[in-house]
């Protein structure tokens, strides 16, 4: 089968290529890059993508998919609809399901499911340790041969220096990133929210920058001592900033992720504050769990450091951190409800509103979503439409004024502080692997017997 998506704008940061061009695929490959004048191939279905940019499909390396053991929160089914809605056409799934990914039976069960899903393609994440319970190293061997792209214990901190250590020789042995949660249990002890004006204003307990600063500058030291590729998860003070860009400057193999709410908002959102925001809020209400992730959403400064990141390159990611919870888990009070919030259908759209904002450029925002998480993964035939590769793409309109509504989410959960939020900016079309997995109603009416025909 032949498609042709035709009178785009593309970019593709891994080629050097920012200018009007077509893009032909054939059996869910790339063949190549055309130019507008160029004549339609003969038996090639069209996409009109006149006003639209063409892009490398979009990875999200940190989603949690809950499946298997907490289907009632997400399936991967569902995770996966989620995930071609807000364009990405690969997401990367942590492990901490029940039970935990730490086999070669788990990692196939995901990759089963994911298949039979049949949308994104998700790529499992297999623990570092047992159980993710930090004392005995899981069998990254066996793991990886069955499909994982990395490891991690997201969600926990590996406990210990010397455990991290072992952790990281042992990753590196398989070539195998892994991505690291930071956080000093005995820092954050118990926190709910960010340690600073706010958690003392609502009487809530914090936890430190320093919790997550003092993992990070560990374990920058423990990649410089090991030569393990390691990947900062959810960076979100300056300190960790900091860190990853003195690891850079050494010319160690750090990588890290920034998450949209941790530069979108303050920490003075828990109080329901709207204007100390960077964007106000609107409906914000205090103590609203939706404002409850971890780590947490901190103060204007940090977020400066973030914003700095995504601008200078420290910062190599944009991932969402997507995290269903259920809404009689998320009704607790703020102190026992769950961490995390939902994010695959928002991101993409608060990444646009830097780009708005004049922040990054739409090429820098494509090397944050495609580009860079293919190579920090080492996804050799992702992240780039040469010649050859997945005909994996995300089709983005930059004009389109929109507003989420949670309650056409596609994941089973609800849990987000970005309902009814006016958001500029979207993807309109996910392709995996030469499929037209997801079409935006209104791109679908734009380009109505062409794009009927090309999923025929
Ligand atoms: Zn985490
Ligand atoms: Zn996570």
Known sequence: MRLLIKNGYMIDPAQGVNTGKNLLIEDGRVVGLMSHSDPTPEGAEVIDATGLIVAPGFIDVHVHLREPGHEYKETIASGAAAAVAGGFSTVCTMPNTNPVNDSAAVTRFVIEQAERANLADVLPIGAITKNSGGTELAEMGEMKDAGIVAVSDDGHAVPTAGMMRRAMEYARGFDLPLIDHCEDKSLARGGVMH???????????????????????????????????????????????????????????????AAPHHWTLTDAAVAGERGSSPTAREGAVPYDTNTKMSPPLRSRDHIEAILEGLRDGTIDAIASDHAPHHADEKELEFDQAPFGIIGLETSVGLAMDLVKQGVISLERLVELCATNPARILKLEDRGALRPGARADITILD????????????????????????NLTGLAVATIVAGRIVFLHPDFSRLTASRASAARR
């Not at 600063?213 to 590729?229: F, H, M, P, Y």
């Not at 860009?245 to 193999?253: S, T, V």
């Not at 930059?398 to 939020?421: A, H, I, L, Q, Y």
């Open 195 to 257: 340690e600073g004006h706010w958690s003392l204003v609502l009487g809530l307990r914090g936890m430190p920058a320093a919790a997550e600063e003092v993992d990070a500058i560990r374990d920058c030291a423990l990649a410089e001592l090991t030569g393990a590729r390691v990947h900062l998860a959810h960076v979100s003070t300056r300190g960790t900033v900091e860190a990853v860009r003195r690891a850079k400057e050494k010319g160690l193999a750090v990588t890290c992720e």
């Open 398 to 421: 930059t004009e389109k004024s929109w507003t989420f509504d949670v309650s056409r989410s596609k994941s089973k959960s609800r849990n987000t502080p970005f309902d009814k939020r």
